[in-house]
């Protein structure tokens, strides 16, 4: 992008006139003929010249400023302020040169431009209309498909499924998708399909997208895992859904098939979790270890929270659950060594998500007050204050769990490799823009 300083010119709540100047030449004699001699003959001629529009900056009734406006300097003004984060302010520029140069020769570029900016304004329905016009002027071009991945990204974010699932199957049939985007378009279809609830579409993607990756990776440099990773870890989500769905039923041998299923489910499910671990992508790291921890807790209450058969006296109830709670408390210490992992995989990623950081805290803050609560009766004064003190989670808390012997969540070092992390902890479906510009 090329680098030009910002107009120092633009003050708040200025009304913005755009005026096209014609200049006719025939206005006064003195001014387009000038003197003549006998021998010379006045010819009067009109002549229309077309000059630049201008913009008047106006401030209380009266014109404080004027700006002659030229395609070139409208899109790379519009373009600094884009690479600035003052959206508003790019938005401004491209819709005037839009409107002032509609034939101009970066009339798409800033189509497609203005578009993305919409995109980091949120207003995502703008953003699609524009796309659609790229797609209509401009078919079969560079814009048309980087377009096409765009608008996919917006149905995905304005929840329309269905037509995500239409644009990315188209793209999926094209033969000039380079591998790295090749990886966007089937994993961002089995995201689609996943928020359809077609479990079976869903997994097909994922799994295309994961053989993919892993027969490209030792050929050639992708420059990106983050679709890998996300295809990994939606096939866990898959089963932690299923999982999760579950519920125990109140005969004995119901509840023997309910608890067997729900094991199967979730080992499966923390399966995943850790190959998408191993990829190394932060973003996914960060969440898949979240919802190991999660599953754990799940797990837990659902078997607290499982009918106690229905024979026995109250006596034997209190007994039965004393039991229970005593059988199924390494399930809250699995818990507890996910989360404690995932502040430490946060630190060492450097991951800034802090909804998710907030999230992680809190379970711990919950899971230890519940230790401390329904299984430390009368706990020594000493182990009691260790408890307490590990209430609010400290850089540290992380740190004691990589001591553990038998670690079942063991961390690499950070991939080296470009990592699309994005800033919000909801999975995101899609690759950083390309904002162009060059005509």
Known sequence: MLSIRPSRHIQRALR???????????LASGFLSGCTTSSQVRISAKKTVQADPMVFYAKDGKVVHVEQMHPKSLFEHAGESFQTKDYNKARLYYMRLLTAFPQSSYRHLAIYNLALTYERLQQHPHAITLYHRILKERPDTEESRDAQFRLGAAYLITKRFQDAVKIYSELAERKDVETSDQLEVLGSLGLAYYHLKNEVMAEDAFRRTLRLFHSA???????NDYFAAMAQFYLG??????????????DKDSMKKDLNYKASELLTAQAHYLRAIRIRNPRWVVSSLFQIGEMYRQMYDDMMRAPIPKHLNQEEKQIYADMLKKKIRVLLDKAIVAFEKNLQAAENYGVQDDEIIKKTQQQLLSLRSLILKEHLQGPSEQEARRIRESFQPKPSDSSRSSARSG???PLTQPSTRPSGLPSSSAPAPFSAPTHRSRP
């Open 237 to 250: 989500r898959l089963h932690d859904d299923r999982f999760r769905a579950r519920a125990f039923q109140a």
């Open 16 to 26: 913005v006139d755009v005026v096209r100047l014609s200049l006719m030449m025939a």
């Open 217 to 223: 990776k030792s050929k050639q440099y992708l420059g």
């Open 407 to 409: 670690d079942p969540f």
